[in-house]
């Protein structure tokens, strides 16, 4: 069974820290990872995509890091701000159920405290 | 303008009520997704469909019925509405094609609450 797992399930630091979201999954054959952002009451907004042939994504202050043969990625944020204060989830597509279908993990808390 | 919407945003009724989510895209995706989050924050799949075809069913009780007019639209129909099908429901669509390329792009949610 394909399954994904965030560690920590809440995480605060004081601005300006930098920071690091873990994610873990069964299966080692996916063809991709993405790391999605979600405010209170909202939608999700994508953050990352790491397709299964590639290491790591860079964008702004994010970096997303992916090890398929240990079945992990890392989230990687500098210098964190008030703004960053939001629950991240990591979102897996395995090759046994299709592109088509995105597994997710049970998200990660961050507050970020001026 | 919104990329994926969904009405309504909010949605109370009774138990054994039946009720309607709509979701429509305007970004000309042809793959469109449900997603029911629980009260534990946990985001499931519910439905896909790709031009207007059922392309994913996971184990979801058959008083929920997708409905796809056209490729922009995706809605939900729940009958005989349960406590426990109080969540939030996120609506979604992609660009097929592309592979493992492309991301899903997500409405806004409904948060609806069965009495």
């Known amino acids: 069974k394909q399954e994904v797992t965030q560690i920590p399930a809440a995480l605060s630091v004081p601005e300006g820290e930098n920071l690091v979201l873990n994610c873990s999954f069964t299966?080692?054959?996916?063809?991709?990872l993405q790391w999605f952002r979600q405010d209170p009451g909202k939608g999700l907004t994508s953050l990352l995509l790491?397709?299964?042939?590639?290491r790591e994504q860079t964008s702004g202050r994010l970096n997303a890091s992916l090890d398929k043969s240990s079945g992990r990625s890392t989230l990687y944020i500098a210098a964190s701000q008030p703004g960053d204060s939001a629950t991240y989830l990591c979102?897996?597509?395995?090759?046994?159920?299709?592109?088509?279908?995105?597994?997710f993990g049970t998200g990660t808390r961050l507050l970020v405290s001026p | 303008d919104t990329a994926v919407s969904q009405t309504p945003k909010y949605l109370v009724t009774q138990m054994g009520n039946d009720k309607s989510i709509k979701c429509e895209q305007n970004?000309?995706?042809?793959?469109m997704y449900w997603y029911k989050q629980d009260s534990k924050k946990f985001l499931k799949i519910m439905f896909s469909?790709?031009?207007?075809?059922?392309?994913i069913n996971e184990t979801v009780p058959n008083r929920f019925s997708p409905k796809s007019p056209d490729k922009a639209h995706l809605n939900l129909h729940i009958n005989s509405l349960e406590l426990g099908d109080s969540a939030v429901y996120f609506c979604?669509?992609?660009?097929?094609?592309?592979?493992?390329?492309?991301?899903?792009?997500f409405g806004p949610g409904t948060r609806l609450l069965v009495l």
């Open positions: 979604a669509s992609r660009k097929s094609g592309a592979g493992n390329q492309e991301t899903q792009y």
């Open positions: 970004l000309g995706h042809d793959t």
């Open positions: 469909y790709n031009n207007k075809e059922l392309i």
């Open positions: 299966d080692s054959a996916i063809y991709n």
């Open positions: 979102a897996v597509s395995f090759v046994n159920t299709g592109f088509q279908k995105l597994v």
């Open positions: 790491i397709q299964s042939s590639q």
